[in-house]
């Protein structure tokens, strides 16, 4: 099992309507926790951080579920800008990498 | 503040050619990553640094080395370059444990084609 895992989709979604897609992750000892986007053939971008209490940022919500050892990525209101690969990554206590999920892409339609 | 930078943006190499890249951040992060991404295979990490003159092997080293002899500088280098090195190369730079933050900072990327 990979320590970060995303589906890979493409998740197709009409302009407009709200998305959400996961990231497992497998090591308990997990602390940070992070969204980036990517489009193509540019670097990731920083999107946000994941926090224990959650995190809203405009139409972005990210949250955390240490139970089931996930975060997850709430798009609303999802604009044609939005279509991108997001990749989620995971830093384990005092480690100093991070670790990647391989990423989900998103194409938002007209 | 241009955040962190990489030279060159595009290389073509002939087999067995040895090149460097570099890479520069001016954030004053400690953390310094090589990253390369393949298509389907996602970000996999070369080398990193946590700090000026220390290096250490990621998950795929071989046929690279690094160098951090200045804090705001990473180098990578292709000794002698093979077609399975043809990738995007990705630096990223991190605080650290110096602000316990842990999110990296990427730079715009190298392609760099081996033929």
């Known amino acids: 099992r990979k320590e970060v895992e995303q589906d890979p989709g493409p998740f197709n979604v009409p302009e407009g309507a709200t998305v959400a897609f996961n990231c497992t992750y497998s090591?308990?000892?997990?602390?940070?926790f992070f969204w980036y986007r990517q489009d193509c053939r540019k670097e990731p971008k920083l999107l946000m951080s994941?926090?224990?209490?959650?995190n809203e940022d405009g139409r972005f919500t990210a949250q955390l579920n240490r139970a089931s050892q996930y975060i997850s990525l709430l798009i609303r209101d999802s604009k044609l800008s939005d279509s991108a690969t997001y990749l989620c990554?995971?830093?384990?206590?005092?480690?100093?990498?991070?670790?990647w999920g391989a990423g989900t892409k998103l194409i938002i339609k007209p | 503040n241009a955040g962190v930078t990489q030279t060159p943006k595009f290389r073509v190499l002939k087999t067995g050619q040895s090149m460097t890249l570099l890479c520069a951040q001016d954030?004053?992060?400690?953390?310094m990553y090589w990253y390369r991404q393949d298509p389907g295979m996602g970000l996999r990490l070369i080398h990193y640094s946590v700090g000026e003159g220390t290096t250490a092997k990621g998950e795929v080293p071989d046929g690279y080395n690094v160098s951090r002899l200045k804090k705001q500088n990473f180098l990578l280098g292709l000794e002698s370059a093979a077609p399975s090195q043809t990738s995007v190369y990705f630096c990223?730079?991190?605080?650290?444990?110096?602000?316990?933050?842990?999110?990296?900072?990427f730079g715009p990327g190298t392609r760099l084609t081996v033929t």
């Open positions: 090591n308990s000892a997990s602390q940070s």
């Open positions: 990223a730079s991190s605080p650290g444990l110096a602000g316990e933050h842990y999110e990296q900072y």
């Open positions: 954030m004053n992060h400690e953390y």
């Open positions: 994941v926090y224990s209490s959650g």
């Open positions: 990554a995971v830093n384990i206590y005092s480690n100093y990498q991070l670790i």
